[in-house]
């Protein structure tokens, strides 16, 4: 699912406020990583990553690998944040209601 530009900056504005619920570090991006970020998307399908200095990997790169693995889209990347969407499946949360 590609997102369109409108729909990419009110995700940018939405993820502006979060703080990082997940962090990168040396061992990059690994099967812990990815079930935690799986986990947190469907519950709030709007997740902001930081990757620490000691990673091997740069924000672009962790993030696209990170989507990539987790089959979401990359909203947004910031020097060493970035911010990753995906539909959640489940029916008992509040989803976003893109425009």
Same mark, same amino acid.
């Given at each position: 699912?590609?997102?369109?530009?409108?729909?990419?900056?009110?995700?940018?504005?939405?993820?502006?406020?979060?703080?990082?619920?997940?962090?990168?570090?040396?061992?990059?991006?690994?099967?812990?990583?990815?079930?935690?970020?799986?986990?947190?998307?469907?519950?709030?399908?709007?997740?902001?990553?930081?990757?620490?200095?000691?990673?091997?990997?740069?924000?672009? +790169?962790?993030?696209?690998?990170?989507? +990539?693995?987790?089959?979401?889209?990359?909203?947004?990347?910031?020097?060493?944040?970035?911010?990753?969407?995906?539909?959640?499946?489940?029916?008992?949360?509040?989803?976003?209601?893109?425009?």
């Amino acid at each position: 699912m590609a997102l369109t530009g409108a729909q990419v900056k009110q995700l940018r504005s939405m993820a502006h406020h979060l703080n990082p619920a997940i962090i990168i570090g040396k061992s990059d991006v690994n099967e812990g990583t990815v079930e935690q970020t799986v986990a947190y998307l469907e519950k709030h399908e709007l997740v902001k990553c930081s990757v620490l200095d000691g990673s091997s990997l740069s924000a672009r +790169e962790a993030a696209e690998e990170l989507a +990539e693995r987790c089959h979401a889209e990359v909203v947004q990347v910031i020097g060493r944040k970035f911010s990753l969407y995906r539909e959640s499946s489940r029916k008992d949360i509040e989803k976003i209601k893109l425009v």
